[in-house]
């Protein structure tokens, strides 16, 4: 069993940073591929970034992709994700989640255990 607590959401303007933290609870931590989905209000959860077990298998989604960098302290059981340049189409809740299964998945079918998600709020 896996619990993922995030924070690091907020309140930013255009333009803005943000970093979010995903702590993990357990001892498998490390065996774990980690990723971040995000869902706006009316829409579907979607993929913003993944991280395998290793970290060499990184995986951004289009629209993040040069502005987000995701990464993992295996040492400290968390899981980031650095926003820069944000938008106001980013606003969304942000959740971790986290598999056994594969390299970092895009999918959410994939992941067996998910956060209660940190709200982003961009304003233009």
């Known amino acids: 069993q896996v619990q993922l607590v995030e924070s690091g959401g907020g309140l930013v303007q255009a333009g803005g940073s943000l970093r979010l933290s995903c702590l993990a609870s357990?001892?498998?931590?490390?065996?774990?591929?980690m990723g971040w989905f995000r869902q706006a209000p009316g829409k579907d959860r979607e993929f913003v970034a993944s991280?395998?077990?290793?970290?060499?298998?990184?995986y951004y989604a289009d629209s993040v992709k040069g502005r987000c960098t995701i990464s993992r302290d295996n040492a400290k059981n968390t899981v980031y994700l650095q926003m820069n340049s944000l938008k106001p189409e980013d606003t969304a809740v942000y959740y971790c989640a986290a598999t056994l299964s594969g390299y970092g998945p895009r999918n959410t079918a994939a992941y067996d255990y998910w956060g209660q998600g940190t709200q982003v709020t961009v304003s233009s």
């Open positions: 991280i395998g077990w290793s970290v060499t298998n990184i």
């Open positions: 357990g001892r498998t931590f490390g065996s774990h591929a």
